[in-house]
């Protein structure tokens, strides 16, 4: 009886850690004196080179200014997890392409197999000039199939 309460317990707290990052952040956030937002796009690919059930999922992330202005050249993001119900996928993100003025992309290979078709919460962990991370999440973002 003791052995399912505390087992009840480390699962509850386990699911409580795990959404905690899509429960916490915001659409918006004001780093370094700019405010910034994600745009994402999420896809597989099922062209006749892929594999029958497809590519895994890749995750493009552009962190923007939401008016236009200059991103702080220090602001980077280091990871992101996408929440497709109860399931999760957390990973770093890799800056790949130089910087623009007004917003940066990361992008995140190799996941899941889930959709296309179907829609998920995205949160990405941002960190500013002095180390501090913040949370930017974008909700309902559907994942579409490339042939």
Same mark, same amino acid.
Do not use: H
């Given at each position: 009886m003791t052995y399912s309460r505390l087992s009840l317990a480390a699962v509850?707290?386990?699911?409580?850690?795990?959404s905690s990052e899509r429960l916490l952040a915001p659409p918006l956030v004001t780093i370094d004196g700019a405010t910034v937002r994600a745009e994402v796009a999420l896809w597989r690919d099922?062209? #006749?080179?892929? #594999?029958p059930d497809g590519q895994p999922l890749v995750a493009t992330l552009r962190i923007q200014t939401a008016d236009g202005s200059p991103i702080p050249s220090t602001l980077t993001a280091d990871s992101v997890w996408l929440y497709n119900g109860a399931a999760v996928w957390a990973t770093a993100v890799v800056e790949e392409q130089p910087r623009s003025a007004s917003y940066f992309d990361v992008v995140a290979r190799n996941g899941p197999k889930w959709g296309p078709g179907i829609e998920v919460d995205v949160v990405v962990r941002l960190r500013d000039s002095g180390g501090r991370s913040m949370l930017l999440q974008t909700p309902r973002q559907f994942i579409f199939r490339s042939d």
């Amino acid at each position: 009886m003791t052995y399912s309460r505390l087992s009840l317990a480390a699962v509850t707290v386990a699911v409580i850690a795990c959404s905690s990052e899509r429960l916490l952040a915001p659409p918006l956030v004001t780093i370094d004196g700019a405010t910034v937002r994600a745009e994402v796009a999420l896809w597989r690919d099922f062209a #006749p080179s892929s #594999p029958p059930d497809g590519q895994p999922l890749v995750a493009t992330l552009r962190i923007q200014t939401a008016d236009g202005s200059p991103i702080p050249s220090t602001l980077t993001a280091d990871s992101v997890w996408l929440y497709n119900g109860a399931a999760v996928w957390a990973t770093a993100v890799v800056e790949e392409q130089p910087r623009s003025a007004s917003y940066f992309d990361v992008v995140a290979r190799n996941g899941p197999k889930w959709g296309p078709g179907i829609e998920v919460d995205v949160v990405v962990r941002l960190r500013d000039s002095g180390g501090r991370s913040m949370l930017l999440q974008t909700p309902r973002q559907f994942i579409f199939r490339s042939d």
